[in-house]
């Protein structure tokens, strides 16, 4: 789902789908495997067609760089995905 001309070795980056909190529906995430989205690197993929996007955490109380659902524009919460990452020992590379 990543972009071709994305600048970025797509061996950093880990997407799969998740459960949007929100609408129920199916939709792809990505993560930068060694790294946390809200850095740089989520500013690169922002720019490009992948589901990243500034948003505003009330969690953080700021904006960051986040996942937003292909189906309802939710932000998609860093922390949720990164444990999602983290825990996933058979993550699907899509
Ligand atoms: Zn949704």
């Known amino acids: 789902m990543l972009p071709d001309d994305l600048p970025v070795d797509p ?3 880990l997407t799969w789908h998740t459960e949007c909190w929100q609408c129920g529906e199916d939709t792809p995430v990505v993560w930068p495997r060694h790294d946390h989205l809200d850095t740089p690197i ?5 720019n490009y067609d992948t ?3 500034r948003v505003y955490s009330n969690t953080l109380e700021k904006e960051v760089w986040g996942n937003v659902c292909q189906h309802c524009d939710s932000y998609q919460g860093n922390h949720y ?3 999602q990452n983290l825990t996933a020992h ?3 590379r899509l």
């Open 11 to 13: 061996v950093q980056l």
């Open 42 to 46: 989520g500013d690169v993929l922002a």
């Open 51 to 53: 589901p990243v996007e």
């Open 81 to 83: 995905i990164r444990r």
């Open 90 to 92: 058979s993550v699907v």
